[in-house]
């Protein structure tokens, strides 16, 4: 079977719509045709201060999510990054076969340090594709289901599977990125230009799986919506009505058009009121789930010591052999 491997970063005390939609819902659809390696990338996750408790606590907690969302771990790999250790090792030589302009653009650490300056943004951001890199190239997988705001990861990993087999020799595959159809950038309900994130500035532009329903239901209420008060789909004119016929045809198996058609001549509050009912009603069952899963911590910590053996077991030989390409002395 060919592979697929992906990850979400543990730095909220729950994924996002935009996690979800954009990537889980993907990842639970690809399992089925491919051998899949889902993990948690806490090394990621400390290239911004975390507290070392929720660092812990967040880890179980999007381990949770992933299972209650539908990731079988009797079928798919599941472990957390900072448990293999040949993913620090890979990106070292990786962070080797890249150039200093070539990591400055990409725009996570561009965009923050032309608003922070240098010294407030730490020199793990700048390496962070190149952790990312390793990541996936450690697994050899052909496919990573990702959302949107991934591309310029996914290339420079490209870049740098090539690279490295141009100047060793073949050795990683080249991977693409699987981006879904619809739901591959969810935007932010107060700010509808800015993608959902869990660095939002208000958290009432967020809908957290693991919040009350309620919460959710007040939350796609109260969501900014545009001028005018026909329901119509425009990126441009119309940001806010836009994002939630997206979340909503995402969630259903209406299209976009479909629902265009369905609430012709009706006002933005109706489409809110379904709305709200449409995504408690798909989000609970995951979250019902992911509260029981995280009532036994150590069940989940036994998932995720199997995954890691397993994707230890791959993930070591692909090492050792781009160890002996780079020309390092084996152990004698
Ligand atoms: P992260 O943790 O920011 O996001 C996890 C996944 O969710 C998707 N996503 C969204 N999709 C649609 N709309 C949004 N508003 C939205 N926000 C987030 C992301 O595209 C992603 O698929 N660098 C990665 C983590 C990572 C990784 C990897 C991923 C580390 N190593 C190896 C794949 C393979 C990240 O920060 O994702």
Same mark, same amino acid.
């Given at each position: ?7 979400m970063q543990p730095s909220a005390d729950s994924l996002h719509?935009g996690n ?25 996750a400390?290239?911004v ?9 967040r ?18 790999? @599941?472990?957390?990054? !900072? ?13 080797? @076969? ?90 932010d ?6 993608k959902m994130s869990k660095s939002a500035?208000?958290p009432?532009g967020l809908?957290n ?32 009505? !836009? ?31 379904? @709305? ?57």
């Open positions: 079977h060919p592979r697929v491997l992906s990850g719509l979800y939609l954009g990537a889980l819902v993907n990842w639970v659809k690809v399992q089925e045709d491919f051998e899949a390696y889902y993990f948690i990338p806490d090394l990621h400390i290239t201060a975390q507290d070392p408790a929720d660092l812990t606590k880890t179980r907690v999007a381990a949770a999510q992933y299972i209650a969302a539908g990731i079988d771990p009797e079928r798919s790999t @599941l472990f957390v990054q !900072s448990h293999i250790p040949e993913h620090t090792q890979l990106t070292w030589i990786l962070t080797c @076969l890249t150039g200093m302009g070539e990591a400055a653009r990409m725009t996570q650490f561009k965009d923050k340090s032309a608003r922070e300056g240098t010294d407030a943004t730490g020199v793990g951001l700048f390496t962070y594709p190149m952790l990312m890199a390793a990541d996936i190239l450690l697994y050899q997988p052909h496919g990573v289901p990702v959302g949107d705001d991934q591309r310029q990861h996914i290339e420079l990993t490209r870049t740098l599977a090539q690279r490295f087999n141009h100047r060793y020799g073949e050795t990683f595959v080249v991977p693409v990125g699987f981006y879904p159809e619809t739901g591959a950038r969810i935007y309900l107060q700010e509808p230009t800015s500035v208000s009432n809908i799986i693991l919040d009350e329903p309620k919460v959710t239901a007040k939350r796609i209420k109260s969501a900014v919506t545009d001028a005018g008060t026909e329901v119509s789909y425009d990126r441009e004119n119309k940001p806010g009505v !836009s994002n939630l016929l997206d979340i909503y045809a995402s969630v259903t198996d209406r299209s976009v058009e479909q629902l265009v058609a369905d609430y012709e001549g009706k006002m933005y509050g109706h489409l809110k009121v379904d @709305l709200a009912e449409a995504v408690t009603q798909r989000l609970e069952p995951v979250r019902t789930r992911a509260l029981e899963l995280l009532d036994d911590p150590a069940e989940l910590d036994r998932i995720l010591a199997l995954g890691a053996e397993k994707a230890r077991s791959v993930a070591a030989p692909v090492l050792d052999e781009v160890y002996q390409k780079t020309g390092f002395l084996p152990v004698g």
